[in-house]
């Protein structure tokens, strides 16, 4: 016999303030993760081209251990072996949304710093040149000409990740982290309703995925378009003027 899907709790969950408030703090926690990713992704790209021996290492170093590794065995470090290792991290300030932000950022820094490089690299280097003949500094370079034509290629990629770190906060649940997933559990075990409470869930996913995913499409758009009639003018042969004597 097959059991009858119950609306009544569905709508109950869909609507219920732990579902709403789970998500909203999986958005506040995704977003203020892959905010600090980014920096640090930043500075992770530009240490692959450091003339330093010692500063390359460390950033293959730092990519190969957060890409090697488990998220959630990321996760259950920073929040139960960090205390032991260092004391200060067992106080009541260290919290599991603090913990859940510190671990996804340094994982979401990995992939970011990869992605930020490819976009880098994407633009033709002999700009840089023309850039150091103008006398321009190397950070004057990077934030007048490389980074501005960098982002068209650059949002793609951390679109994609933005949405894969908003579903990867499902993992903090593991550290009590109250975010949807962890509403859901709550009220699966409370209903006994499986279905009915994780498709409730299901549908919020669903819902903010398709708005970011909306959001993505027009950054895409408009960066593209941009970047076309950058292109356009720059291509498009200058006019003389007609002097009154010419006509």
Do not use: C
């Not at 499902?170 to 997933?181: D, F, K």
């Amino acid at each position: 016999m097959v059991a009858s899907f119950d609306t009544h709790v569905f709508w109950e969950a869909l609507s219920s303030g732990p579902y709403w408030k789970g998500a909203l703090l999986a958005l506040g926690l995704t977003v203020a993760s892959i905010s600090v990713a980014i920096v640090i992704g930043f500075l992770l790209a530009l240490g692959r081209s450091s003339r330093l021996r010692a500063v390359r290492g460390f950033v293959f170093f730092y990519n190969w251990l957060f890409r090697a590794t488990p998220t959630l065995l990321q996760l259950l470090f920073i929040w139960d072996a960090l205390p032991q290792l260092w004391p200060v991290f067992a106080g009541s300030w260290f919290t599991p949304f603090l913990a859940a932000f510190v671990a996804l950022s340094l994982n979401e820094a990995a992939y970011m710093s990869e992605i930020i490089r490819a976009g880098l690299l994407s633009v033709d280097p002999g700009q840089e040149l023309a850039g150091r003949a103008l006398g321009m500094s190397r950070r004057q370079i990077l934030r007048r000409v490389i980074v501005p034509q960098s982002i068209r290629i650059i949002i793609p990629p951390t679109g994609n990740e933005f949405i894969t770190l908003l579903k990867l906060t499902s993992l903090a649940s593991v550290i009590s982290v109250h975010e949807l997933l962890t509403a859901a559990n709550e009220q699966a075990s409370v209903a006994f309703k499986f279905a009915e409470v994780y498709g409730a869930a299901l549908v919020y996913y669903l819902a903010m995925v398709s708005v970011l995913m909306l959001l993505q499409s027009r950054l895409e758009r408009r960066f593209t378009f941009t970047s076309a009639g950058r292109r356009r003018r720059v291509a498009a042969p200058a006019v003389p003027a007609v002097s009154h004597d010419a006509r």
